[in-house]
């Protein structure tokens, strides 16, 4: 069992910033592909970011590619999400999963993930 907890969501103007995290507790942390997914009201769960187990390949969703940046801390069991240059459309529950036994890849579907956390928050105003 793998256990997430999201924090660091929050209110934020349009071209403000954030960052999340999710911290891991449960089986091994480091052998994990970590991703990030939100949900809007009414829509679906849409992939944001993915991360391999060892940092060194990572893919984004087109429509934040260049303003948010995924990464981990494996010592502290930890993925973040570095969100920049906010807008409204970013407005979302955000969630962390985990993968086991990715075989070193990053997934961007919801079935690909088999841990999710509770999700966090974010709304960004105009």
């Known amino acids: 069992q793998v256990q997430l907890v999201e924090s660091g969501g929050g209110l934020v103007q349009a071209g403000g910033s954030l960052r999340l995290s999710c911290v891991a507790s449960?089986?091994?942390?480091?052998?994990?592909?970590m991703a990030w997914f939100r949900q809007a009201p009414g829509l679906e769960r849409e992939f944001v970011a993915a991360?391999?187990?060892?940092?060194?390949?990572?893919s984004y969703a087109a429509s934040v590619k260049g303003r948010f940046t995924i990464s981990r801390d494996n010592a502290k069991n930890t993925v973040y999400l570095q969100m920049d240059s906010l807008k409204p459309a970013d407005t979302a529950v955000y969630y962390c999963?985990?993968?086991?036994?990715?075989?070193?890849?990053?997934?961007?579907?919801?079935?690909?993930?088999?841990?999710w956390g509770q999700g966090t928050q974010v709304t960004v105003s105009s």
């Open positions: 991360i391999t187990w060892n940092g060194g390949s990572t």
């Open positions: 449960g089986r091994t942390f480091s052998s994990n592909t």
């Open positions: 999963a985990a993968r086991l036994f990715s075989g070193g890849y990053t997934y961007a579907g919801p079935s690909d993930y088999q841990y």
